[in-house]
């Protein structure tokens, strides 16, 4: 059974680039068809989802976050991963990584979520 | 892409049925029969419960079932228990290949 786990730094400091990993175990990242998410949550507030990259390698990323958002598949550890630039408090949030699998509209395996603050 | 439309808060007896929408437009709800449903408890990651509008994952009990009509979905918790109390989250597919939440609806079960 697939389970996935992110990592990263808790705390981001204002204009900095906040950077986080999900580990993929008990399968493989390149395997699918499947499509890997990052989703967000700030506190109190609802899901936004950030954007995904395929097997394949192709990504697609939210509109509002295009400029500042990076996902991309490291196939030799089995892990995918977030870059966001210039961050302000507005990304203060808990980030979520999930798996869409291609025979489903729809995210069926999550990580457990991470709490980044972006503070000075 | 604007956030799909919820009710804040809903709530019932147990035993009970209690029905959630979730509004968009015909750019994502509307345009597709991608709508899935997630249940969220506090502290812990969304797990998903309805997905292609009406079908139920492997596991998750027929006392949850989605519908759609139009721009909205809706998803119907029949026979309410004391641990449906949960956040839930509709989700579609977009017009822009992307993905779009809903607010969230907070369900207490009185």
């Known amino acids: 059974q697939v389970q996935l786990q992110e990592s990263g730094p808790g705390l981001v400091k204002p204009s900095q680039t906040l950077s986080l990993t999900c580990t993929v175990s008990?399968?493989?990242?390149?395997?699918?068809?499947?499509?890997w998410s990052w989703i967000r949550q700030p506190a109190g507030k609802g899901l936004e989802w950030i954007g995904r990259?395929?097997?394949?390698?192709?990504?697609m990323y939210n509109a509002s976050l295009r400029s500042r958002v990076t996902v991309y598949i490291d196939t030799s550890k089995n892990q995918f991963s977030l870059n966001l630039s210039s961050v302000t408090a507005t990304d203060t949030a808990v980030y979520y990584c999930?798996?869409?699998?291609?025979?489903?509209?729809?995210?069926?395996?999550w990580g457990q979520g991470t709490m980044v603050t972006v503070s000075s | 892409q604007s956030a799909l439309t919820q009710p804040v808060s809903v709530s019932g007896s147990p035993g009970q049925s209690i029905t959630i929408s979730c509004t968009g437009t015909?750019?994502?709800?509307?345009?597709?029969?991608?709508v899935s449903w997630y249940q969220q408890y506090p502290g812990k990651a969304p797990k998903l419960i309805i997905y292609?509008?009406?079908k139920r994952p492997s596991g998750v009990s027929i006392r949850f079932s989605g519908s759609k009509s139009g721009d909205t979905a809706s998803l119907t918790i029949s026979g309410l228990q004391v641990e449906d109390e949960a956040g839930y989250y509709c989700?579609?597919?977009?017009?822009?290949?992307?993905?779009?939440f809903g607010g969230g609806t907070k369900l207490t079960v009185l």
């Open positions: 999930a798996r869409r699998s291609g025979l489903l509209s729809a995210f069926d395996v």
């Open positions: 008990g399968g493989s990242v390149t395997s699918g068809p499947y499509y």
């Open positions: 990259i395929s097997t394949s390698g192709g990504s």
């Open positions: 015909s750019s994502d709800v509307g345009g597709y029969n991608y």
């Open positions: 292609d509008v009406s």
């Open positions: 989700s579609s597919y977009t017009s822009i290949s992307t993905w779009v």
